[in-house]
Each structure stands twice: as structure tokens, then as C-alpha cells.
């Protein structure tokens, strides 16, 4: 009896201690909202792939700005940003780094994405060329050869901006070629005459492999909504101080950066773009500076509704939009913006 009775006692220890592992293992991996004790878990959904050009939000999670705001942040990057503003209408992801015309096709479509805060002050986008070709306004392509990575996106909205500006169309170029994100190769073997580019890295690629180059700024020419930070309609209604939370930390974020660049460029290299070989820093170093002059502003995060009109406008001549929203101040929301 006395054996049994041992026997019952060394099994029930047993069972205790693996149903305390069991309990343990579930507090540390949580099957729920909530990580890192009262922390709220995020993905934060970001086009391409990492890079020095996503420091500010690398900067933001480095020092604990996330986590002053209650946010347990992760980062999921992609090159299909449809994807990501698909699932952001669905509310299968709560943010997302998206740029202003996707946001406007998505509402056109009833997809519910609202932008609360603007990354980019200036537009990314530009036209690259060899400089002794002397293409320096928009005016200056008519009959070239135009490389641009496909007809829709950012890139292809800035281009037809372009040629508004220079009373041109497309027809009046020699031709338009979908070169994919293939612009140094392009430019340096002489295929194009000019390519659409990200002016802040593509330019300086071109420059460092072949030839000087000129570059023409979307920006110097028309004002349109650039990359920032969306959520959804269910997000804001159901938990407005988390999307305030992450309007908050990422504003300064882009602060830190524009404060000092060199120390958040050590925190991307180190901690979030560790595969970058080393001799490649001194260029990626001049990326996050160009970077740095887009995403200046004297109010950090707040849009123009002037630049919403001109995308919109933007997008219907070119035929990728059909009609003005109904409302599209809604595809818009600055009252996240910290006082």
C-alpha cells in the first residue's frame, strides 16, 4: 500500500510540473492580442525589402518608442504592397507604410484604408538620365526612350505628372518601355534615354556604375501624396489610441533621424538590415541621407489635401481610377497627429 500510495503522489507531481510548463509556455507565446504582458502586438506591413530607408521606424523600435505607446511592434516586409493595403482593408493587418494612391484605388474599390500620417513630405519619384543627353525639365522627353517600371504605381502616376507639367503625353514619346526595377542596367547600357526612378538611390547607383546623370523631381513639378502610414476604418473606430500610438512613435522616429542620421544608420546595419556587406555602407549612407530630404517637413506626419486632389486627378486621366471618390477627405485622417 505504501508503494502504491508513493506511486500516486510521484504522478501527481509529475502532472503538476508539466501543467506548469504547459501554463508557462502558453504566458511566454500568448494565443492572444496581448505580448509582453499589457503590450498590444502589431505587424507593421512595409513594401520591399529591409533597408537603411525604413530607419526611423527601425530607430522607433530600437529605442523603445513602440514600446512606450504599449506596442509589441514586428515587421513584415513585401514587394507586393497590394497585397498589404488588401489586407488592411480586411483588417488581417492594422498598419502598413503605403503609398497615397494606393489608398485612393483602394477606396475606390470600397476598401476601407484611411492614411493618419505622412512619411514622405516630397514625393519620392523622378526621372533619371545620362546628363550629356541635356534632359533636365519634362518638356526636354519628348521623343526619348522612357524606361519605367510597369504602368501603375507611384512611378508611373509621377511620370504622366511629368509630362503634364511639360504640356506633353505619352504619344509624344518616342516610346514608353516597362523595364521593370531594372534602371542602372538600363541607363548605363544606353537601352533608354531616361528611366522613372526612386530618386533617392537609383540616381546614385546610375552615377557610381557609368555616368553623370541629371535628375528631374516629381516634386519640383507637381504635389501629390507620397508614402505614410495607414490603417482602417475598424482600427480607428475600435481602438483609436493604439493607431495614435503608432502615429507617435513613428513621428519621432523620423525626428531621430533627421537629428542624427548617422547614429540610425548604425541601429539599421546592426540590428535590421544585417546583410549588407560592408562596402556598400558609404552608399547606403548617402541613401539614408538623401532619404532624409524627402521626409523633412516643418510639421512632421500631416498631409496636404491639396496633394490628395492632384492624385486623384492623377489617377482618372490615366485611366486607373474611373470617377472621383465620393468623399475623399475620408481617405485621409490627421486628427492622430499629436498637438
Known sequence: ?????????????????????LAAAYALTGDNDESNGDQTAVT????????????????????????????????????????????????????????GEQVVLARAHDRPVVYVFEWYHRFPVGIVSPADLGITEPA???????????PQGASYIGLRALLNAGGLSES??????????????????????????????????????????????????????????????????????????????????????????????????????TDLPEDQYDTQ??????STDLWRSEALGRTNPVAWVATQDILIETGLLDAPLADLDAAYNMDFLPE
Open 140 to 150: 526636354d522627353l519628348a521623343g526619348r526612350v522612357v524606361g519605367m517600371p510597369g
Open 285 to 290: 549612407r548617402q541613401v539614408l541621407l538623401n
Open 172 to 273: 509624344d514619346l518616342d516610346e514608353l518601355r516597362t523595364i521593370g526595377f531594372a534602371a542602372p542596367e538600363n541607363v548605363c547600357e544606353r537601352k533608354v534615354d531616361a528611366a522613372v526612378v526612386y530618386i533617392a538611390n537609383e540616381p546614385l547607383t546610375i552615377e557610381q556604375q557609368c555616368m553623370p546623370v541629371n535628375v528631374i523631381e516629381v516634386s519640383d513639378y507637381a504635389t501629390l501624396v507620397a508614402n505614410g502610414l495607414v490603417t482602417n476604418e475598424q482600427t480607428i473606430r475600435d481602438n483609436p489610441d493604439l493607431v495614435r500610438g503608432m502615429v507617435r512613435a513613428i513621428q519621432r522616429g523620423i525626428a531621430d533621424v533627421l537629428d542624427d542620421p548617422d547614429a540610425a544608420f548604425e541601429i539599421a546595419v546592426q540590428n535590421y538590415v
Open 44 to 99: 507593421l506591413f512595409m513594401s520591399y525589402i529591409p533597408s537603411v530607408q525604413f530607419a526611423p521606424v527601425y530607430v522607433a523600435a530600437e529605442r523603445g518608442y513602440f514600446a512606450d505607446e504599449g506596442i509589441a511592434i514586428t515587421f513584415e516586409n513585401s514587394f507586393n504592397e497590394v497585397d498589404g493595403v488588401d489586407r488592411l482593408a480586411t483588417n488581417d493587418l492594422q498598419f502598413g507604410l503605403i503609398s
Open 1 to 21: 500500500m505504501s508503494f502504491t500510495r508513493n506511486r500516486a503522489v510521484l504522478v501527481l507531481v509529475v502532472v503538476g510540473i508539466v501543467v506548469a510548463l
